[in-house]
């Protein structure tokens, strides 16, 4: 049984997770990435590792699942900005 507070982990991944994906999606298809700052994405980027590597540390599903999928969507945000300056 899932704990009320992974429940709680659970709905907090998916609203900040979700909340890369307008970016994407925007940088994506007007194949612009001007205004985005690499600097806070790198910074981003590897403070969610961090966050990931705790998540498993803390064997915390909400942690993982939701670190690992924001760190690819970070990640494509970079690729996109190195891409479309």
Do not use: C, R
């Amino acid at each position: 049984m899932i704990d009320k507070f992974e429940i709680i982990g659970l709905i907090a991944a998916v609203l900040t997770t979700s909340a890369y994906v307008p970016q994407v999606y925007k940088t994506w298809k007007t194949k612009s990435a001007g205004n985005i700052s690499l600097t806070m994405y790198i910074a981003m980027f590897i403070g969610i590792i961090l966050w990931l590597i705790y998540g498993i540390h803390l064997n915390s599903f909400a942690m993982i699942v939701a670190n690992s999928v924001t760190a690819v969507l970070t990640l494509i945000i970079m690729v996109f900005k190195l891409k479309y300056k």
